[in-house]
C-alpha cells in the first residue's frame, strides 16, 4: 500500500491540498498529505531550482521568461484541481527519485486532467517509461494543440520548436484515449485558459524542453 493506493491500475478518490506547478500537486491520501507527479505530461518550470538553472542555460532562455510560462501552466492547473476530489490512477512505477508518487489525475470518469492540459497547450507530452499506458495518446494531443496553436502554442511555439521524429512503432496513434479506457470528451465541460500577460511575446523557452528527455 501506498499511502492508500494499492498497485499499478488502482484508483483512489482524494483532495487537492495545493497546486505547486503546472505538473505537481499536493494531495490528501490516508497516510497524509503527499506530493503526486503528474505522468507523462511536462510544463515548464516556475520556481527557482537547479533545474529551472539548468533549462535557462541549455536553452539559452533567461530564468524569468521560463518562469512566466511555468506561471499560466500552474495557473491552468490550479484553476482545475485545487479543492477537487480526484481519483489517482498508478502506472508501473508508483515513485521518481524526489518520491513523490506517480499519477494519471482523473476529474472523472470521463475526463484525464494529465491529457486535458496537453490538449489545452500548457504541457508537453513527456515519456519516461515504464510508465507509458496513455504516452501515444498524448504525444497525438501534443500534435493536435501544436497544429491548432492552443494555449503557449499560439504565441508562435510551432515555428520556434525543432521537429521530433517519431519512432516507427509511434505513427498510429491518434489524438483519442486508447481503445481500452471508455472515455468520451463530448460532453466535458470547457476549461477555461488562463490570460497570457503581453509581456510573454511568444514561448520558445519552452521549445527546447519539449524535446529533451529528462529524469524528472
Given at each position: 500500500?501506498?499511502?492508500?493506493?494499492?498497485?499499478?491500475g488502482?484508483s483512489l478518490r482524494?483532495?487537492?491540498?495545493?497546486?505547486?506547478?503546472?505538473?505537481t500537486?499536493?494531495?490528501?491520501?490516508?497516510?497524509?498529505?503527499?506530493?503526486?507527479?503528474l505522468i507523462?505530461?511536462?510544463a515548464p518550470?516556475e520556481?527557482?531550482s537547479d533545474?529551472l538553472d539548468r533549462?535557462?542555460?541549455?536553452?539559452?532562455?533567461?530564468?524569468?521568461?521560463?518562469?512566466?510560462l511555468?506561471?499560466?501552466?500552474?495557473e491552468?492547473?490550479?484553476?482545475q484541481l485545487?479543492g477537487r476530489?480526484?481519483s489517482?490512477?498508478l502506472?508501473?512505477?508508483d515513485?521518481d527519485?524526489?518520491?513523490?508518487l506517480?499519477a494519471y489525475?482523473w476529474l472523472?470518469?470521463?475526463t484525464l486532467?494529465?491529457?486535458e492540459?496537453?490538449?489545452?497547450g500548457?504541457?508537453t507530452?513527456y515519456?519516461?517509461p515504464p510508465?507509458?499506458?496513455?504516452?501515444?495518446w498524448?504525444r497525438?494531443?501534443?500534435?493536435?494543440?501544436r497544429?491548432e496553436?492552443?494555449?503557449?502554442w499560439s504565441?508562435?511555439?510551432?515555428?520556434?520548436t525543432?521537429?521530433?521524429?517519431?519512432?516507427a512503432?509511434?505513427?498510429?496513434?491518434g489524438?483519442?484515449p486508447?481503445?481500452?479506457v471508455?472515455?468520451s470528451f463530448?460532453?466535458r465541460?470547457?476549461?477555461p485558459e488562463?490570460?497570457?500577460p503581453?509581456e510573454?511575446?511568444t514561448w520558445t523557452?519552452f521549445?527546447?524542453?519539449a524535446?529533451a528527455?529528462?529524469?524528472s
Amino acid at each position: 500500500m501506498l499511502g492508500g493506493v494499492a498497485h499499478a491500475g488502482s484508483s483512489l478518490r482524494t483532495t487537492v491540498l495545493h497546486v505547486v506547478d503546472g505538473d505537481t500537486i499536493r494531495v490528501q491520501l490516508p497516510g497524509g498529505p503527499t506530493a503526486v507527479r503528474l505522468i507523462g505530461i511536462d510544463a515548464p518550470e516556475e520556481h527557482e531550482s537547479d533545474r529551472l538553472d539548468r533549462a535557462a542555460r541549455s536553452n539559452h532562455r533567461s530564468k524569468g521568461t521560463i518562469q512566466a510560462l511555468g506561471r499560466l501552466a500552474s495557473e491552468f492547473t490550479r484553476r482545475q484541481l485545487l479543492g477537487r476530489s480526484v481519483s489517482l490512477e498508478l502506472d508501473v512505477e508508483d515513485r521518481d527519485r524526489y518520491g513523490r508518487l506517480l499519477a494519471y489525475v482523473w476529474l472523472d470518469e470521463r475526463t484525464l486532467f494529465n491529457a486535458e492540459i496537453v490538449r489545452a497547450g500548457y504541457a508537453t507530452a513527456y515519456t519516461v517509461p515504464p510508465n507509458v499506458r496513455y504516452a501515444g495518446w498524448f504525444r497525438a494531443l501534443e500534435r493536435e494543440a501544436r497544429t491548432e496553436r492552443r494555449g503557449l502554442w499560439s504565441r508562435g511555439l510551432a515555428e520556434a520548436t525543432p521537429r521530433r521524429q517519431p519512432a516507427a512503432h509511434r505513427h498510429h496513434a491518434g489524438a483519442h484515449p486508447p481503445r481500452a479506457v471508455r472515455i468520451s470528451f463530448a460532453s466535458r465541460a470547457k476549461i477555461p485558459e488562463p490570460s497570457l500577460p503581453s509581456e510573454v511575446s511568444t514561448w520558445t523557452a519552452f521549445a527546447p524542453l519539449a524535446s529533451a528527455r529528462r529524469t524528472s
